[in-house]
């Protein structure tokens, strides 16, 4: 490790400021809980960009849900990041305190199995989540077709990581070096969809897994090519990344899901940066089954996670950070989602 | 939420998308959804996200991830046990 971090060293020194955004919530708290922020040379500059699903969920989507558990009509299945996310009216923790049937699970398996054993209850979950994610709900899907859980439906928030990127860079101000680039997305996705950001944007890109040894090697290759001037798509994440990714994984989502133009926090509606049930499984679409529709996006007044998730502020530049929004009392996504990139600073980097 | 964990196949049963596993993370064993990696046979490693193994492992680095989560005190990311550790 020491030998790397010598080389990364080495390589930064004389390059000015390096700006390089990770794009994974999970890469975000590592970096922070590993100490390898604190290790890298000070001109290299980690920011967080869309990568927290939470965050990145427009609030129109938090309040359909809201409201949804809100209705009595449904008994709302979630993973337990989405729990805590305030919206018009209230967050669903506040609602299920108040005796409404919101169920977190660890998996869209459990809330399948808890259809099965209540089969008069409308069970809606919330998919969200990027392409790690997406597969196990189509499985579900496919699953509750097999099993005729005829009350079993998703809401589908789910969201693909490189239209996001390109939609980011669309923006003359974005002002990037490379991506480090998230392990478990690119797990499902292989190398391949990344390609134009080296081909098109000439940026530095590097797949890296979580641990400390992932995550310096990672930056110590994107600063290798910066400093080389040769920008690449590499992987040092090979245990577990194939460079065509997991393709049965792929032909799953693809069977259940289509892409469509979606609405992020903040950064409006992208296109093709998300995914709708195809015709065929309509019938579990729960946006068809309850006719919900999406309401305006907004962020909490004075909140600036709309910014913070586009790398355009850093969480101590929001006036609530630490003061009216902290983690016991958070006001916006970011602080509430543990992938948060606030609730990372404020966990780990106050003093900043 | 895409972190996935390591944990090695102790029993397979069912077929195609319902191919399911007992997959032990040290001590405990969960059950495990095998339909996106057909090929992970019985003392496999596999990497698992959210009740869905994703990807076979190879053994050694797998070990290496386990004991890094162990070390680093991320046992909150494991996924809960379907029985008590034997």
């Keep these: 490790m020491k030998a790397t971090l010598d080389a990364l060293q080495r390589d930064a020194e004389g390059l000015g400021e390096l700006r390089l955004m990770e794009v994974c919530g999970t890469h975000t708290v590592a970096l922070f809980r590993t100490g390898v922020r604190d290790l890298l040379p000070s001109n290299v500059r980690l920011i967080s960009g869309p990568g927290c699903p939470v965050c990145v969920t427009s609030q129109g989507y938090i309040d359909a849900a809201i409201e949804a558990a809100a209705s009595g009509e449904v008994t709302l299945c979630t993973y337990g990041d989405m729990l805590r996310v305030p919206g018009q009216r209230g967050s669903l923790e506040a609602l299920k305190a108040r005796g409404a049937r919101v169920v977190v699970c660890y998996s869209i398996r459990d809330a399948l199995k808890y259809a099965q054993a209540h089969p008069k209850e409308q069970v809606m979950f919330l998919a969200?989540?990027?392409?790690?994610?997406?597969?196990?709900?189509?499985?579900?899907?496919?699953?509750?077709?097999?099993?005729?859980?005829?009350?079993?439906?998703?809401?589908?928030g789910h969201k693909l990581v490189m239209p996001a990127i390109e939609a980011l860079l669309a923006d003359p101000q974005a002002d990037l070096h490379g991506f480090l680039l998230p392990g478990h997305v690119s797990v499902i996705l292989g190398a391949s969809p990344y390609r134009p950001l080296v081909d098109e944007h000439g940026l530095a890109c590097v797949i890296a897994g979580f641990e400390p040894q992932q995550l310096i090697d990672g930056v110590a290759r994107l600063v290798a090519q910066i400093k080389a001037g040769a920008p690449a798509l590499e992987n040092v994440y090979r245990a577990a990344v194939r460079p065509d990714g997991n393709p049965h994984a792929r032909a799953i989502t693809q069977q259940v899901f289509v892409a469509e133009d979606t609405e992020w926090r903040a950064m409006g509606v992208i296109p093709n940066s998300g995914l709708a049930l195809r015709d065929e499984y309509a019938?579990?679409?729960?946006?068809?089954?309850?006719?919900?529709?999406?309401?305006a996006d907004y962020d909490p007044p004075g909140c600036l996670c709309g910014q913070v998730i586009q790398g355009r502020v850093q969480p101590p530049q929001c006036p609530h950070f630490g003061k009216g929004c902290t983690l016991t009392q958070p006001i916006g996504p970011c602080m509430v989602s543990s992938e948060g990139t606030c609730a990372a600073w404020f966990k780990y980097a106050r003093r900043a | 939420m895409c972190l996935a964990v390591p944990g090695q196949v102790?029993?397979?049963?069912?077929?195609g998308l319902e191919r399911l596993a007992k997959v032990d993370f040290q001590g405990s064993r969960v059950e495990v959804s095998l339909a996106m990696v057909p090929d992970a046979q019985l003392d496999?490693?596999?990497?698992?996200?959210?009740?869905?193994?994703?990807?076979?492992?190879?053994?050694?680095e797998a070990r290496e991830t386990w004991d890094y989560l162990k070390t680093a005190g991320l046992y909150d990311e494991i996924p809960p046990a379907l029985e008590p550790k034997p």
């Design chain 2, 44 to 60: 496999a490693w596999v990497l698992v996200h959210a009740g869905y193994a994703i990807e076979v492992l190879d053994e050694r």
């Design chain 2, 10 to 15: 102790k029993e397979v049963y069912g077929e």
């Design chain 1, 283 to 295: 019938h579990f679409d729960a946006f068809k089954r309850f006719s919900l529709s999406l309401g």
């Design chain 1, 128 to 156: 969200v989540g990027f392409e790690t994610t997406t597969p196990a709900s189509a499985l579900a899907v496919l699953e509750a077709a097999r099993l005729g859980l005829e009350r079993f439906t998703i809401l589908s």
